[in-house]
């Protein structure tokens, strides 16, 4: 039963253009969305969040955006750059305390140079 | 100014041997989390505790896995009697309060073969 589904396992985008990452989430209780970057034998970074009161939430060159009535999220990255590359996880929570926190399986973003 | 230190990184046990995986929070960090990603999937949530307490351990299997915090000392995972399917990487997190899920630091994992 996956809450939290990211359909591309692997994006690939030449450098300076955008990478769109998508994530759709099936349990209307959600209602704060993160996404977290990770690198290779590293754990997980926070990225960027949004809670469901808004629709975008911008910072630098990031950018998430949360369609609610589809379930639906996306984050921009624009301009890529090639120090982008990872895998980057969706996850949504009911609250922004909540420590069951559902992640999805991740998408492996390659930037090309 | 250290981050979440997991040790070890890999560890390699036979079916049947015990699993000790160790997570050293952030400094003045008292809440801590552990994760664990199967291949191909997302983080799934284990336990929570805080100092020398299991706050929720809904996420772990109810037979084999117990956790725990010591007032001194790492976090502990402890898988008994370890089966294939337990073949994962672990996360540890920790967070300075039970608040905003982007508050947890994650650690590097540690990967867990069952031959």
């Known amino acids: 039963d996956q809450q939290v589904k990211q359909n591309s396992p692997s994006l690939s985008v030449q450098e300076g253009r955008i990478s769109i990452l998508n994530c759709d989430y099936t349990n209307s209780m959600f209602d704060y969305f993160l996404w977290y970057k990770k690198y290779p034998a590293e754990g997980p970074t926070f990225l960027i969040s949004i809670s469901s009161i808004k629709d975008k939430n911008e910072d630098g060159r990031f950018t998430v955006f949360l369609n609610k009535s589809a379930k639906h999220l996306s984050l921009h990255i624009v301009p890529s750059q090639p120090g982008d590359s990872a895998v980057y996880f969706c996850?949504?929570?009911?609250?922004?305390?909540?420590?069951?926190?559902?992640f999805g399986a991740g998408t492996r973003l390659f930037v090309k140079a | 100014n250290a981050g979440v230190m997991q040790n070890p990184r890999h560890l390699v046990r036979r079916r049947g041997q015990e699993a000790r995986l160790r997570c050293s929070p952030m400094?003045?960090?008292?809440?801590v989390y552990w994760y664990r990603q199967l291949p191909e999937e997302g983080l799934k949530f284990m336990v929570y505790?805080?100092?020398?307490?299991?706050?929720?351990e809904s996420g772990m299997p109810k037979e084999r896995f117990s956790a725990e915090f010591p007032k001194e000392g790492p976090s502990i995972l402890r898988i008994q009697q370890v089966v294939r399917g337990d073949s994962a990487a672990y996360f540890c997190a920790s967070s300075p309060w039970e608040g905003s899920s982007y508050e947890q630091y994650f650690g590097p994992g540690t990967r867990l073969t069952v031959t």
């Open positions: 400094k003045g960090h008292s809440h």
């Open positions: 505790l805080q100092k020398e307490n299991i706050i929720d």
């Open positions: 996850a949504a929570s009911v609250g922004t305390g909540g420590f069951k926190t559902i």
